[in-house]
């Protein structure tokens, strides 16, 4: 691996940490990583802006939640600085004997500040 490679790599590791410790204890303040021009497609409805995106993710139907990632997969994009990353994992709803099966696409671009906000984020869950 290449610097840039390596770079990139780690930077896509330490988002996904963050996203989902986000997630999973705090889910209000992931609005701090999106931007006005963000979109997330959540199992095929597509959402813009960062107050409807906070929207759907604190009114999801349960109050907490466990992501056990199992793959993350990053790319530069061909935005200057962007990264693509490709998650997949399991999701542990409480009262839920079985996990689920999920992936997830982030496009990452960078900040005038030095990090990055989520201007694609796209989530499904996998049956199977």
Do not use: W
């Not at 992936?103 to 990055?116: R, V």
């Amino acid at each position: 691996m290449d610097g840039m490679e390596e770079q990139v790599e780690l930077v896509g590791k330490a988002f996904v940490e963050h996203y989902y410790h986000l997630f999973d204890t705090n889910r209000q303040s992931l609005s701090s990583l999106y931007q006005p021009s963000s979109m997330l497609t959540f199992e095929g409805q597509n959402i813009q802006g960062v107050q409807d995106i906070a929207g759907k993710l604190t009114q999801l139907p349960f109050d907490q939640c466990q992501h056990v990632i199992s793959t993350i997969d990053s790319q530069p994009s061909s935005f200057p600085g962007g990264i693509i990353v490709f998650v997949s994992g399991n999701l542990q709803l409480p009262g839920e004997e079985h996990q689920l099966r999920f992936s997830q696409m982030f496009h990452l671009i960078p900040t005038i500040q030095g990090s990055f906000y989520v201007q694609n984020d796209i989530f499904r869950l996998n049956y199977g």
